[in-house]
C-alpha cells in the first residue's frame, strides 16, 4: 500500500456580516469571511490537503478565482469535486487533522455539526475527520479579529 500526505492552508479576511460560512455550516456571527467563492477557509484549507497528497497541485489551479463559475460557490461543491479527483487516482482518505484559527467567534460548539456535515461529503467515519479551533491569544489577524485561517493535513492511500 501506498501512503501520501498533504498538507492545506487558507487564510480569509473577515468583515461584518451575517454568519460565517465554516466546515459547510454556517456558524452564527456578525463577522463574514471575505472571498470569491463562500468563503470556507476550512473546506479551502482540507481540499489544498486532499490535493496536494494527491499531486493535483492546489484548489487555486483547480478552482481559479478567475473564472465566473465559482463566484459565490458552495464550498461543499468544491469539495465534493475535489474528493472525486482524489478517487479518480485511485486514492482512499484515510484521515483529516484540520484546525481552525479565529479569535471570534467560538466554534467548538458547532465542531460536531462540521465533521457530520464534511463526513457525509468525503465518505468518512466522524473518527477520521478531526476539527479543532484554537486563538492566537488576540496576536496578529486572526487575534485582532480581522481574519481567519485554518490548516489541514490529509492521509491518502492507493493499493499498489
Known amino acids: 500500500m501506498k ?13 461584518e456580516g451575517d454568519g460565517l460560512v465554516l466546515g459547510g455550516i454556517i456558524v452564527p456571527s456578525n463577522l463574514s469571511s471575505v472571498g470569491h467563492s463562500d468563503a470556507d477557509c476550512l473546506i479551502h484549507a482540507i481540499i489544498d490537503a486532499m490535493l496536494g497528497a494527491a ?14 463559475e465559482y463566484k459565490g460557490i ?10 472525486s479527483k ?16 479565529l479569535q471570534a467567534p467560538k466554534v467548538g ?18 473518527e477520521d475527520l478531526t476539527i479543532k479551533a ?12 480581522s481574519g481567519i485561517a485554518a490548516y489541514a493535513v490529509c492521509l491518502l492511500s492507493k493499493q499498489s
Open 74 to 83: 458552495d464550498s461543499k461543491a468544491l469539495l465534493a469535486d475535489a474528493y
Open 55 to 68: 499531486n493535483l497541485r492546489d484548489i487555486g489551479f483547480q478552482y481559479p478565482d478567475s473564472n465566473a
Open 86 to 101: 482524489v478517487q479518480n487516482k485511485g486514492f482512499k482518505i484515510e484521515n483529516i487533522d484540520s484546525t481552525i484559527c
Open 109 to 126: 460548539k458547532y465542531i460536531d455539526q462540521m465533521q457530520e456535515c464534511l463526513s457525509s461529503i468525503l465518505g468518512l467515519d466522524k
Open 3 to 15: 501512503l501520501k500526505v498533504g498538507i492545506g492552508y487558507d487564510v480569509h479576511q473577515l468583515k
Open 134 to 145: 484554537t486563538t492566537t491569544e488576540k496576536l496578529g489577524f486572526v487575534g485582532n479579529s
